[in-house]
Nanobody, 121 residues
């Protein structure tokens, strides 16, 4: 059974920082990538940042230069360091894990419940 435990977030001042973490429990399944999307009210869910099992990262244009994604493979945990936060970063941030059940499995995605980040001026 796959589980994700998200933490971090909360209320942050404009220009401040926040750090999110997401720990994956995937049993015998192989983690291929993990990342964060965010859901802003009234908008579609969008990619924030993601990192592969070989540490290749991908950022949205809005996150590039302000956010940093990293991982601790030994703990199957990823971190999202968010700096220079803006009011438009206010959203529910959802972690996901892309994993394979066998070496021949293309993989599937499991989503966490999300954690709210509110950037207040």
């Amino acid at each position: 059974q796959v589980m994700l435990t998200e933490s971090g977030g909360g209320l942050v001042q404009v220009g401040g920082s926040a750090r999110l973490s997401c720990a994956a429990s995937t049993g015998r399944f192989t983690v291929k990538a993990m990342g964060w999307h965010r859901q802003i009210p009234g908008k579609q869910r969008e990619l924030v940042a993601e990192i592969s099992s070989d540490d290749v990262t991908n950022y949205s244009s809005s996150a590039e230069g302000r956010f940093t994604i990293s991982r601790d493979a030994s703990k199957a945990t990823i971190y999202l360091q968010m700096d220079s936060l803006k009011p438009e970063d206010t959203a529910v941030y959802c972690c996901y894990v892309f994993y394979a059940t066998t070496p021949w499995h293309n993989g599937m995605i499991y989503w966490g419940d999300g954690t709210l980040v509110t950037v207040s001026s």
